[in-house]
């Protein structure tokens, strides 16, 4: 695990190490105690990815297109 606190990562780091606590408790090869702490702090980095894919989904739905489908600009997203 990293250093980093979770509401800190960019998606990728929290994918990345979300990705290794998952690997760890599919082996198995952790006490239980460990295991607990692990799925803890995979959920918390589950909830942080969810969080900024919805950000990036509210930017990418603020694309404005023309009639052709050709995006012509942005416009705000309300709550960002």
Known sequence: MTDIPVEQMSFEQAMKELERVVDQL????????????LYERGAA?????????????????AITLDGDGAPTGTKPVEGL
């Open 26 to 37: 599919e082996r198995g090869e952790v006490a239980l105690d460990q295991s607990i702490a």
């Open 45 to 61: 980095l589950k909830k942080r990815c969810e969080e900024e894919l919805k950000r990036a989904e509210e930017k990418v739905a």
